[in-house]
């Protein structure tokens, strides 16, 4: 999930890709996550986004049902900040 700074709604992510999932170390705490580009996430035309200087995001994870459905945060909450520019 990307909760928006700007728009103050949240904001469903795709899913982990395999190769994601491969590269993230869960058990350390570290999930690999390559973000889509900011028109594809917010389905939004180039020449809107273009308006704005920045978009800022803070990335939660929807467990799937089998490991619970509470929504997994970062204990530090700027390490999960995301900055498009």
């Not at 999930?31 to 028109?39: D, G, H, Q, S």
């Amino acid at each position: 999930m990307f909760q928006s700074h700007e728009f103050g709604e949240k904001i469903f992510a795709p899913l982990l890709t395999e190769d994601d999932a491969f590269n993230s170390q869960p058990t350390l705490g570290n999930i690999a996550y390559r973000t889509p580009a900011i028109t594809d996430l917010l389905q939004i035309p180039d020449d809107f986004a273009q308006t704005y200087s920045s978009f800022t995001f803070w990335i939660t994870v929807l467990p799937n049902m089998d490991h619970g459905v509470e929504e997994l945060e970062c204990e530090t909450k700027d390490n999960c900040k995301i900055i498009y520019y």
